[in-house]
């Protein structure tokens, strides 16, 4: 009786230890990726769609697990300090580890994470409350310049907060920024006419134009094809770029048979038209980056943001 | 309301005290906390800061309030009772607050080493047979702990089985688990 | 499609199958201490991407229904709340377990929960339109003033004024903790990755009721244990006799409605609301917090009816109004359904099913509750000493799986270690949740309200007196301080008649 219990107390020991023991080809047990954002938001809404295409692909379970906390520090920081084993995947919205990098004392840098793709492009934007009386990024700026700091802009999240300030930079205007603790409530608020304006991403657009909100413009590129009555601010003479890119990221050092693995899964997954359609119904911009395109990307982008988050910084810390 | 081992120091001797050591300690505490608000910007400090001075006038009323109950000549069967609640109050204290506390603490530095399952099968084990003993330290035979180690594996199998494999829920994992 | 051929649609063997699934899940996952419907639908939503949208989303909305009412089994039976909401019920239902009369609790909470879920559902299928446009009225002004009521319920509460105002500025206190949202500066924090991150709500409550309670019952004898006993009560009895109760089931139902509609409020606020505005209606001649029913009837339908009425915002605007409504939207976006004025023009199929799906989650609730009480009850046969261990290691789970940090199981053991010497000395618990849920609204309200005032250059008390819906709230808070006065005077003449007596 006595050896029976100890080896079937000592059996879930044993059975570990095969397993690290035959971790030959990647993956052999479940993975989890970790969102630093509660559930149900963009990133976490792009984490799930990926996650569910991914192990399917991968032949083994991935489970989303939400760490928010602290504007996602504290997600990405766990990231970072995971084993790079392949079993511990992040989703995220960048530039969200580059602005907190550089605008608090973060234990992580850029360099602590491996890029491995990138799922979607979503510029960011500003909204102009319903009974705001400016239709236009021309109007609106004009009445800022007369009435400095009496326009009030809701901003949520790291890049919220820089967008709504490199807006007013560049803009000439004085504009004071407040803060909401998600998306949600910034557009509850600017429904409600309590603010002016909301810099948030255009994931927004729907609810807050079917609510007679008034998109002012978009910080692309060009206009956006899900929404081509929105003009870009560069067409209306504002020279400001900025948006959110959903990216899947591993801690830095991955073993190479596991980052090929890896890679190839989600260049294969890439084109897959279910997955492209639920991003789509989530108003998500998909635009797939592999693993060198994203790299390039992110690199360019880095040296675009880091003059605004110097020039903001006082800003961004005082305010 | 409550139901515990010991009937409750109801008498006001025994919250009188009590309320003293609340007291000092809430009026430390908030002069600790208060001093480290002052480094940071104005606008973060002020809500901590009204908070804090709530607190410090608390913890002053209750300490007045433990004096002048204090003030009132007590009795001498009265000095009896109150001796009599602090030695209960001081068993409650350490059997039944700091042992189970710091019982649930070791569970957590395991839970931090070896990952959640083998401290769950601690706890159990360790709480279960604290719980007998506390009964009567008489129980504590070879048949207990055969029905400890049997309950612990039990339901953490259960857990294991619930929470990992039916629900893929994440655990703490650890150097085994 | 006419809103009869989608009424047919309802009927059909899948829908049913999915909401008692739901409901079930959600009880289950509502009575385990510390998880809760948030935690039993983020776990599901996988599940439902490959559901028609409007059979996913009955999914999970009958474990946000379940959810809501699981808490308040472990509550009333074992003086454990599941969730913050189920707490004021533990501190009538418990009470009437240690008299015998579990079972009775158990039909109380359980039909009240029915009658709750029903009129939020109802609100939700009747009112929408108008009540979205209402939620919207609330800003920086009128939300610190609905905080500010909140904070006066814990007046009514019964125990030292003292310890009262000594527990909800602790709770106010630990809400301070982390970095502050305003302006991104750390408070409190030590250097700690885990502090900066805040103290939840959740951990404290598992802490402070959880864990505080397990610890006090450790030692505990089986022949000091509250005997099982098959009561002899008929479900019409009880059913009749919250009925009878004038008003007071319509008016909590009313209560957690209104007050779930605000978005972040959550459904904490409305609870307490409604279980203090019971304490002073109350016509029965038992004090609360010894097992007045009216104190389970009040808390029950008032978090149920939070259900039907946070989904308004979120199927009118497109805005979430609690954080489990948000996984629910982020379910809906995913099948390409657009929420919003829009969403009952475009997809009417999937709104009014699941409009009127929601009832059907009440049913079911309502049906699995009323038949397991039996078995419910039988947690109450279990000797202390497989309950003590049982409990602890679920909540140690529990606390972890709120937000997956090591950290939240720290903060519950030491608050648990906290909240048992609270106990020993009469510090009430249940006004630090109310702190640690209200600290955070107060505060940055107050601090969005300033920057406001200060933009538009008028003086604070302007700006925040400037909408006549906030003037209204003013006068709210000033009568029920006065109410608060008024209800404490007349229990120290009744506490001085006891004495002399």
Redesign the interface.
């Given at each position: 009786m006595k050896t029976n219990?100890t080896l079937?107390?000592s059996a879930?020991?044993l059975l570990?230890a095969a397993g690290t023991a035959q971790a030959q080809d990647y993956p052999t047990k479940?993975i989890?990726i970790i969102v630093p954002y509660?559930?149900?938001?963009g990133g976490?809404?792009v984490a799930?769609?990926v996650?569910?295409r991914l192990g399917e692909e991968l032949g083994q379970?991935i489970?989303?697990?939400?760490?928010?906390?602290?504007?996602g520090?504290?997600g990405i920081?766990e990231i970072a300090r995971s084993d790079a084993d392949g079993y511990t995947l992040g989703v995220f919205g960048y530039p969200d580890n580059f602005v907190l990098e550089h605008?608090?004392d973060t234990?992580f840098t850029f360099d602590s994470l491996d890029y491995l793709a990138a799922f979607d492009d979503m510029p960011m934007g500003i909204f102009a409350s319903p009974n705001s009386q400016h239709n236009t990024l021309e109007e609106l700026v004009s009445y800022g310049q007369e009435h400095p700091?009496?326009?009030?802009i809701g901003e949520s999240g790291a890049l919220g907060l820089l967008h709504a300030l490199a807006f007013a930079e560049r803009s000439d205007m004085q504009i004071?920024p407040?803060?909401y603790?998600?998306g949600?409530?910034l557009?509850?608020?600017l429904?409600?006419n309590?603010?002016d304006l909301a810099s948030t991403s255009s994931m927004s657009h729907?609810?807050i134009v079917?609510?007679n909100g008034k998109p002012i413009g978009f910080a692309a590129e060009e206009r956006m094809e899900m929404f081509p009555d929105v003009p870009t601010f560069k067409e209306q003479g504002l020279d400001l770029v900025m948006g959110v890119s959903r990216v899947l990221v591993a801690p830095a050092g991955l073993p190479d048979d596991v980052r090929e693995a890896l890679v190839a899964a989600l260049d294969k997954i890439s084109t897959n038209e279910e997955m492209i359609?639920?991003f789509?119904?989530?108003?998500i911009p998909y635009r797939y980056l592999d693993d060198s395109a994203v790299n390039e990307m992110l690199e360019k982008s880095n040296s675009v943001l880091m003059p605004v988050i110097e020039s903001n910084l006082d800003q961004?810390?005082?305010? | 309301m409550m139901l515990t081992v010991a009937p409750l120091p109801t008498n006001a001797c025994a919250q009188m005290l009590s309320n003293l050591i609340l007291g000092v300690i809430v009026l430390l505490s908030s002069i600790f906390f208060y001093l480290q608000t002052t480094d940071l910007p104005d606008r973060s400090a002020l809500f901590p800061q009204y908070i804090l001075w709530g607190l410090a006038i608390v913890g002053v009323l209750l300490i007045f309030q433990a004096l002048l109950e204090g003030r009132k000549k007590a009795a001498k069967e009265e000095l009896e009772a109150r001796r009599e609640a602090r030695v209960q109050f001081n068993d409650i204290l350490i059997f039944q607050v700091m042992v189970p506390g710091g019982l649930m603490l070791v569970a957590y530095g395991l839970l931090l080493s070896v990952g959640f399952y083998p401290a769950s099968a601690f706890l159990v084990f360790t709480i279960y047979s604290y719980h007998a003993f506390r009964i009567d330290a008489e129980n504590l035979n070879r048949a207990l702990w055969v029905r400890a180690v049997i309950f612990a594996f039990v339901i953490t199998l259960f857990m294991y089985l619930v929470f990992t494999l039916l629900l893929g829920l994440p655990a703490p994992s650890g150097a085994l688990f | 499609m006419d809103i009869f051929s989608i009424l047919l649609n309802l009927f059909t063997p899948s829908v049913f199958l999915v909401v008692f699934a739901g409901v079930l899940v959600g009880i289950v996952v509502g009575a385990i201490p510390g998880l809760n419907g948030a935690i039993g639908i983020s776990l599901l939503l996988p599940l439902t991407f490959t559901m028609e949208p409007q059979i996913g989303l009955l999914l999970l909305g009958g474990i946000y229904m379940g959810g809501m009412y699981g808490g308040s089994i472990t509550a009333i039976l074992i003086n454990v709340p599941g969730d913050v909401v189920a707490a004021p019920v533990a501190m009538e239902g418990y009470p009437l377990t240690q008299q015998g009369r579990a079972k009775e609790a158990l039909y109380y909470s359980i039909f009240s929960s029915m009658f709750g879920g029903f009129i939020g559902v109802l609100v939700l299928i009747l009112f929408t339109p108008p009540l979205a446009r209402f939620a919207l009225q609330f800003g920086p002004a009128e939300m610190f003033f609905v905080s500010l009521s909140g904070l006066i319920i814990v007046g009514a509460l019964s125990g030292s004024i003292l310890k009262a105002a000594l527990a909800v500025l602790l709770g106010l206190f630990i809400s301070t903790v982390g970095v502050d949202m305003i302006t991104g500066s750390e408070r409190f924090t030590f250097d700690s990755l885990g502090l900066r991150s805040g103290i939840s709500v959740v951990p404290v409550v598992l802490g402070l009721f959880c864990f505080a309670e397990m610890f006090l019952n450790i030692g505990k004898k089986p022949s000091e244990q509250v005997q099982y006993r098959d009561q002899k009560i008929s479900r019409m009895t009880v059913i009749k006799d919250i009925l009878s109760q004038r008003f007071l089931v319509w008016k909590s139902g009313l209560i957690g409605t209104v007050v779930g509609l605000l978005p972040g409020v959550g459904t904490t606020l409305a609870v307490f609301m409604s279980y203090g505005d019971a304490k002073r209606a109350s016509r029965r001649d038992i004090p609360f917090e010894q097992g007045n029913p009216d104190g389970i009837i009040a808390a029950e339908s008032a978090n149920n009816a939070t259900v039907g009425s946070s989904m308004v915002p979120l199927l009118a605007l497109g805005v979430p109004g609690s954080p489990t409504s948000a996984i629910i939207a982020g379910a809906l976006v995913i099948h390409g359904i657009v929420l919003g004025p829009s969403l009952f023009v475009n997809r009417p199929d999937v709104a009014f099913t699941f409009l009127y799906g929601m009832l059907l989650t009440v049913v079911a609730m309502t049906i699995i509750g009323a038949i397991g009480i039996k078995y419910f009850s039988y947690i109450l046969k279990i000797k202390m000493e497989y309950i003590v261990p049982t409990v602890l290691v679920f909540a140690l789970f529990g606390a972890y799986s709120l937000r997956n940090s090591l950290f939240d199981v720290f903060i519950a053991i030491i608050l648990g270690i906290a909240g048992a010497i609270f106990k020993k000395m009469h510090v009430p618990l249940a006004p630090i949740i109310i702190g640690v849920v209200l600290g955070p609204l107060i505060e940055t309200n107050l601090a969005r309200a300033m920057r406001i005032a200060g933009a538009r250059n008028m003086p604070l008390w302007e700006y925040l007196l400037a909408t006549p819906l906030s003037k209204g709230l003013v006068a709210l808070v000033v009568i029920m301080l006065l109410v608060v006065i008024r209800m404490r005077h007349k229990e120290k003449i009744a506490a001085k008649e006891v004495k002399n007596a």
């Open positions: 219990l079937l107390l879930p020991f570990a479940n989890q509660s559930a149900g938001g976490d809404t799930r769609i996650a569910d379970q489970n989303v697990v939400n760490r928010e906390g602290a504007g520090e504290i920081d605008t608090r234990s700091g009496e326009m009030i004071t407040i803060r603790s998600g949600g409530e557009m509850n608020a429904l409600g309590h603010i729907d609810p079917d609510s359609t639920n789509e119904n989530s108003a961004i810390n005082g305010n | - | -």
